[in-house]
């Protein structure tokens, strides 16, 4: 069975940082690409950071600079360091992994809140 937990969210001021977790148990990491979503109230989820192939990330414009995504395959997780964060950054954030041969194996884990608010 695959899980996917995440954790390190919370309230955090304006200008400060939190680092999210993703555990990924049931899958071998190695096997799949990795990414972070977000989901704002009354918005869609976005993209926020992801690995394409090989180990190229893509952030969306809006994070650029300020978070990163990063992984340690031998403990099957996925991180987002975010710094300098913005009110506008608030959202539910969840952790996704998607198999490089096999689209349909694509899992989601059950999100974390993070509010920036002063």
């Known amino acids: 069975q695959v899980q996917l937990v995440e954790s390190g969210g919370g309230l955090v001021q304006p200008g400060g940082s939190l680092r999210l977790s993703c555990a990924a148990s049931?899958?071998?990491?190695?096997?799949?690409?990795g990414g972070w979503y977000r989901q704002a109230p009354g918005k869609p989820r976005e993209l926020v950071a992801k690995?394409?192939?090989?180990?190229?990330?893509n952030y969306a414009d809006s994070v650029k600079g300020r978070f990163t995504i990063s992984r340690d395959n031998a403990k099957n997780m996925l991180y987002l360091q975010m710094n300098s964060l913005k009110p506008e950054d608030t959202a539910i954030y969840y952790c996704?992994?998607?198999?490089?041969?096999?689209?349909?194996?694509?899992?989601w884990g059950q999100g974390t809140q993070v509010t920036v608010s002063s």
């Open positions: 690995f394409t192939s090989g180990s190229m990330k």
């Open positions: 996704n992994v998607v198999h490089r041969f096999r689209s349909d194996y694509d899992y």
């Open positions: 049931g899958i071998i990491l190695t096997m799949y690409t």
